[in-house]
């Protein structure tokens, strides 16, 4: 007696691994994507003055409100001369440092005072829901990719 078994949808398998495979080093489409959803959470967070993530940012002095009404300058915390929420939030803006390829989104900015900003009223601020929409983006662009439904 004789026993016979044959593993159906191997050769199809072996295809979309290998086409998976070369989309491991193509991925920057969908990293160009999560660069543009961590810009929309960092505005969200300068739109919400610190709310968004939790907390509020620390409130100017009174005298810095005070200067920044007489020089005609945004009075939102953290918004005086709009530079380093628009070198973070806004492509190709003066100042910002973007960096993207197949598995890295290095988002910053040259302004002198951005890191002192940040430590004292953090603007890249992620929520559990933004880290989801990033991982989101890439599984949906892998399985795309296993599927054939992104070009070659």
Known sequence: MNFY?????IKRSCIRMRRLSRR??????????VADEMMHAIA???QSQGRRSGGSWKKDTSKWAEQKVKRGLDPRIGHATLALRISMTVRDSDHQ???????TVALGSDLP???SAQRHRPFV????GDKTKFKLIIQRYLIAAWNGSVSE
């Not at 491991?24 to 994507?33: D, I, L, N, Y």
């Not at 440092?97 to 598995?103: A, F, I, P, S």
């Open 113 to 115: 005072y951005a890191e």
């Open 24 to 33: 491991r080093v193509e991925t920057e489409p969908a990293m160009q994507k």
């Open 5 to 9: 078994m044959e593993a159906t949808g």
């Open 97 to 103: 440092r973007l960096y993207v390829d197949h598995n």
């Open 44 to 46: 969200a967070n300068f």
């Open 125 to 128: 601020k992620f929520t559990r």
